[in-house]
């Protein structure tokens, strides 16, 4: 191994190293700006539930009205 070989690959290795890291760097910066705060997430999460609420409710009433439909049927014969 020769000493011009050794000193381009350190000086390769350097600048991959730096470009490394610029990436990682500008990678941590967008996260950062797209990151949303707890307390917006919280609402979030909790308009969630309620709608998740609301549609297991409904769901209940259609399957009672869908199970007196099925006794009014059964019992007209």
Do not use: P, W
């Amino acid at each position: 191994m020769d000493l011009e070989s050794i000193g381009s690959g350190a000086g390769a290795g350097l600048i991959s190293g730096i470009l490394g890291v610029l990436g990682i760097n500008r990678r941590m910066n967008k996260i950062e700006d797209s990151k949303q705060d707890k307390t917006v997430c919280d609402v979030m999460h909790k308009g969630i539930d309620e709608k998740f609420v609301i549609m297991v409710d409904l769901q209940k009433e259609i399957r009672e009205q869908l199970n007196d439909l099925n006794i009014y049927i059964r019992n007209k014969k």
